[in-house]
């Protein structure tokens, strides 16, 4: 079976502690995105990669890092600079960069704080 | 980047009626597409629908786009309970190749 895999479901973070969300998918897609998703308010963009080795901020990446060494997995850190983190966290990825893809996403984290 | 708006935040039918939701958005847009989530759960893909089509059909499921009025619309028709779940609308802006996500209507449909 072909998809997208995260882990933890669920994630509690400490104050003044980083953690990190996986990502790994097996689609042989090129492009992968960290979306945050809070109540209300829809999906808002982190961090996306069109390819290995690269990676770009989306529109609220204060407080998050990511990185991409390998084509299938595409980490994201919760940094302890990210004041309001609870959140259900959202990856996916497209086939290519540059086209009109459907997105396909994994079955999400949800982190709270303890 | 804009968000898409949805209408309703939220619908309740019964078992059989048909649910009609809608998104606006601001920007010319190359396409537009549909997802459905579940409680807890991932998105998933339903319709895309190109800057150049009117209309798309999947099963129950048919998709307008206005580009005139910069809206379009999500009709389910005999919904079913497992219909139940929230709407989102996603479209890629003029230029922009990161899809711009609405806030989403909620659907509950009792059986």
Redesign the interface.
Known sequence: DGG?T?SPKYLFRKEGQNVTLSCEQNLNHDAMYW?RQDP??????IY?SQIVNDFQK??IAEGYSVSREKKESFPLTVTSAQKNPTA?Y?C?STRS??F?E???????T?LLVL | SQQGEEDPQALSIQEGENATMNCSYKTSINNLQWYRQNSGRGLVHLILIRSNEREKHSGRLRVTLDTSKKSSSLLITASRAADTASYFCAFLAGGSYIPTFGRGTSLIVHP
Not at chain 1, 40 to 45: E, F, I, N, S, Y
Not at chain 1, 102 to 108: K, L, N, S, W
């Open positions: 997208i995260q979306y209300g308010q829809g999906l808002r963009l996306y989306g529109d259900f959202l996916a960069w540059g009109q459907t997105q396909y996403f994994g079955p999400g949800r």
